[in-house]
């Protein structure tokens, strides 16, 4: 490796409060250090950009540990092994893994990198997207948290998401009636031109009331599957519409991650419909991740999973690249073309 | 039948708001209708006062229709047949159903009415009490919603309660470490003395924040199974201290039934645990009854499991007995002796 080649890593140097800005970032230009044996040095050609990585960013106990100050932000990667003292990683094999924002990341023992096949699938970015932790995150939590049966009905909150537009697919793939919830006409009539909705329901400008009235004027028979992503008022009017022993998939929270969380107010809707509210967390299912690897690969080749992936590019517009993901203005999954 | 036998019958007059009071009821009595072919008519001995009686109160939806104005107040009750024009249900026969808190119920075609044998229990009064609704949902919420093995930590709300004294001890018996919260030092003295509690906790004089701190100290590896029959502030502070794969029964939310519904604000922990929460209403358990039933009957038979029944007299104390539900001043399942 040449000595002096550097490596720009975009770092928290401060912890957000609330929606995090400018001031809470550093882009570090780091010497690479010399690979141990075994390592391998992953040229990162592309990031995934999502919601969990604000979690991540505070000093609280979570599932995966806060992202320590001066370290650079902790992100899914896709790129190409450019180095190699590992036999399993040669030099040209394109990569995967829990990695960071950076122009380079050192692979190894202990280190969470999976060799992937382009040829696989459409593009490589669609292993940071429907064959990456957001496929994976539809597939189990609507399968297993949801147990969608044919004939039901699955209502879908951030339904134009990253998540929520497999959601809506994988659902209606296995038999079930889909209504989808989004923010403004546009993301509306993508749900039913592009993701295979059935029905639409704009939230914005809805108080609580008049979104119950249109989720049930939308499903008539009750919702059986309720798959949340966004939370708040929209979970509290979904939780009116539930059938009896209806399940709740609660994925994402993304109304409340830059703010207090919000008061849930209908949770006795739980118990007058005996209904489920599963949390799901990607993390249970990584020993089952081989499972769904082939069947999203093979979705997406064959074009029955349409995938929308939104990529800005440059490790500099990290920032403003994530925060989209938070004013509603990116179409599709966000990711960021690194190299 | 006599025709001039009157039955007293505590009927609904007037919706309640928040708690009820007495202008909300008013004891009638009406004579008694000729029993028609495949009728019968029941003598009740006692009925069960239910925190659920006070959502049937409202003209809501629900998972049973409201009761009428005018109509006695729903309840379960067990008493004899002191007449019938159906062999199925003789003369003499002890029989347990669905009726209403009045001297005489009709049963027959279309009403849940099943015989019970005194013989196979200590009291027929068990069977509103641990072999009835209240022992229902112990066994079916706890072993179906709950999940819980042995070894494991579960922590059980409203744990002095009608329910949550058997869902300890079954707990306890499915070789899990228990924790009860409950209100005030008699209560929970009352917790390990009588219910067999490894722990107990007093909810009194402690804000959200010391509650998380109580329950983290009483459990330091954590709650696999949050049985919740109080909700509020309570469940919010059990939320903090779910292990991974948790599961949260919602079996009652005491605290708000007379209330504006409580903002639960730590649903994200659901997430960050991938935890389960599952809402628990008796009908859906309704055909699965038979299972329950002979094993709670053994378990009280045999001195295994303990039930404390508080007993009031009279249908003219009818609402102040409902009301020591509410108080928290009733020491076991209430009931209402009316013959």
Redesign the interface.
Known sequence: MSPNRLNRRFALVRRPEGMPVAADFQLLEEPLPPLADGQFLLRNHYASLDPAMR?WMDDRP??VPPIQLGDPVRALTVGMVVESRNPDYPVGQWACGMNAIEDYSLGGPGRFTNCVDPDAVLSVTNYLSAVGTVGFTAYFALLEGGEPKAGETVLVTGAAGAVGSLVGQIAKMKGCRTIGIAGGPAKCDRLLRDYGYDAAIDYRGKSPEELTEAIRAAAPDGVDVHFENV?GEILDAGLLALN??ARVV????IS?YNS??????????????????????L??YVPRIGEAIPVLADWVKQGKLRVDEHIEEGIENALPAFLRLFDGTNQGKMILKIA
């Open positions: 979690g979570s599932y939370g009896q022993r609660i994925c994402g929270l409340q207090d969380p919000y008061p849930t107010r209908n949770l006795w809707q739980l118990i007058v419909k005996g209904a489920r509210m599963q949390g799901f967390i993390t249970h």
